[in-house]
Structures are given as structure tokens and as C-alpha cells.
């Protein structure tokens, strides 16, 4: 199973971005999402950003994923 995460585009250097992901950063592709700003959420699969989230719909996934993983740990 594939769990797709938001992570927050940090520089952009042509096709290439550093994204920031629960404190990891990671370099990954953005060629199918040509139009990606700093500071707006990608959704990363196999090194590729696939989508761009917005941060309200960011925000609601990350909120989601830590309750989640708060109560698998209760």
C-alpha cells in the first residue's frame, strides 16, 4: 500500500524541487507539475510530484495522518 503524503515545495531548480517532509527533505521531479510555486504542497509518488494540494486541503490530509497515527499508538 501507497500512502501519499503533502509535502511542502522548499526551492525549485528547473525541472527539480527540495520538498520538506515531517522534517526530511528529499529532491524530487516536478516535470508533471510544471506550474508549482515555492511554498505550495505536492503529492510525491515514486520521486514525482503527481499533484499540487493547496494548503487548506494540506493541512486537513497532515491533520488526518497524525490523529491516525496518534491512536495506532494509544
Known amino acids: 500500500m501507497c500512502l501519499a503524503v503533502p509535502c511542502k515545495i522548499v526551492e525549485i531548480h528547473e525541472n527539480r524541487a527540495?520538498?520538506?517532509k515531517s522534517g526530511n527533505w528529499l529532491d524530487v521531479d516536478i516535470s508533471l507539475v510544471p506550474d508549482v510555486k515555492i511554498g505550495e504542497y505536492v503529492i510525491?509518488?515514486?520521486g514525482m510530484a503527481?499533484?499540487?494540494y493547496n494548503?487548506?486541503?494540506?493541512?486537513i490530509t497532515l491533520d488526518l495522518?497524525?490523529?491516525y497515527i496518534y491512536m495506532e499508538n494509544k
Open 65 to 67: 495522518i497524525t490523529e
Open 18 to 20: 527540495l520538498i520538506e
Open 44 to 46: 510525491v509518488h515514486a
Open 55 to 59: 494548503e487548506t486541503e494540506a493541512q
Open 50 to 52: 503527481i499533484q499540487v
